[in-house]
């Protein structure tokens, strides 16, 4: 009944998301095209630009195919060579406005910049950690005071101190995309979420392999049913799998296959002339776009 209840319960397939393109549930986005090769080659990209706030689209000023991000907004650049064609908008330059700053000490523990600012202490180590003048471009301010916190912009972000966060945790970068967005009067409307597609990233592979009959006659027909899945329990579409049947006596067939779409192969079995109370063994090995999956089972030959 288990095998039936499998078989019957794989309704949507899966395959895999559109080559350099993913979703994002959180705000209900996509990245894709070059945009998505500089995210996902950003160490922590999720941390330093946050999550899609729209989708790409063609700022009227500009001219350019822009996308917002939580921290960050993406330009296009398609003059430039290829690989450098992406740039982080100067978000923290078009949004700061001189204000005072407390009177902390810079002198050690500090890194000076051509433009004469410097930054130091725990927003140098995070400034190192994340990417350095290549992501968040030079200081423009020293410490300042911000609603009672202190922060210090730079070019394309803007540090805030958050004492009370525990150790490593204590600068956060300020949502300069969200704000900005607001600032530059985009339309409100691009924040919507957008249609799933029912694309979905495979992360693992869910392998279960079951026998028609647990013991078959010396001559039979047996039949072995693989059924692959991700990790939600998706059926997972155009998996290469490999059934391998290891005889008693020593020798193995191999049965290549690919999943349907509802996850499954099915390969037919004769058992020809097989000894009176020895084992076959069933190996299962799954193979979709580099991730793995094995199973194993069995069943014994029987009069």
Not at 57 to 70: A, H, I, K, L, W
Not at 250 to 266: A, H, K
Not at 277 to 298: C, E, R
Request: hydrophobic share 40%.
């Amino acid at each position: 009944m288990l095998l039936f209840g499998l078989l019957a319960g794989t309704g949507n397939f899966v395959h895999a998301q559109e080559a350099g393109s993913k979703y994002f549930p959180e705000t209900g986005h996509n990245v894709s095209g070059d945009f998505w090769d500089y995210y996902q080659k950003t160490p922590e990209a999720d941390q330093v630009f946050g999550y899609p706030l729209t989708e790409a689209f063609t700022d009227t000023t500009s001219g350019r195919m822009v996308q917002y991000f939580t921290r960050a907004r993406f330009e296009l650049h398609p003059e430039l060579p290829e690989g450098q064609q992406v740039k982080l908008t100067s978000l923290g330059s078009k949004i700061y406005t001189p204000g005072t700053g407390p009177n902390i000490p810079s002198s050690i523990g500090c890194r000076n910049f051509a433009n004469g600012r410097s930054v130091c202490y725990a927003f140098l180590d995070f400034f190192d950690k994340y990417g350095g003048e290549a992501i968040f471009g030079q200081p423009i301010s020293g410490f300042e005071s911000l609603d009672g916190r202190i922060v210090q912009y730079f070019e394309r972000a803007r540090f805030d101190w958050y004492p009370e966060y525990g150790e490593g945790e204590k600068v956060v970068l300020a949502d300069l995309g969200r704000m900005y967005f607001d600032i530059a009067k985009e339309d409100a409307n691009r924040l919507q979420p957008v249609q799933y597609d029912g694309l979905v990233n495979v992360l693992t592979l869910q392998t279960r392999v079951f026998v028609w009959k647990a013991v078959t006659r010396a001559n039979d027909q047996q039949t072995v049913y693989v059924v692959v899945q991700d990790q939600k329990l998706s059926p997972v579409y155009n998996a290469a799998v490999n059934v391998v049947v290891n005889w008693p006596d020593g020798s193995q067939q191999v049965f290549p296959f690919t999943t349907n779409r509802n996850g499954i192969v099915i390969v037919p079995l004769p058992v020809q002339n097989q000894a009176f109370g020895s084992m076959v063994v069933v190996n299962v090995q799954v193979d979709y776009q580099g991730i793995k999956g094995k199973a194993i089972t069995s069943f014994r030959v029987w009069r």
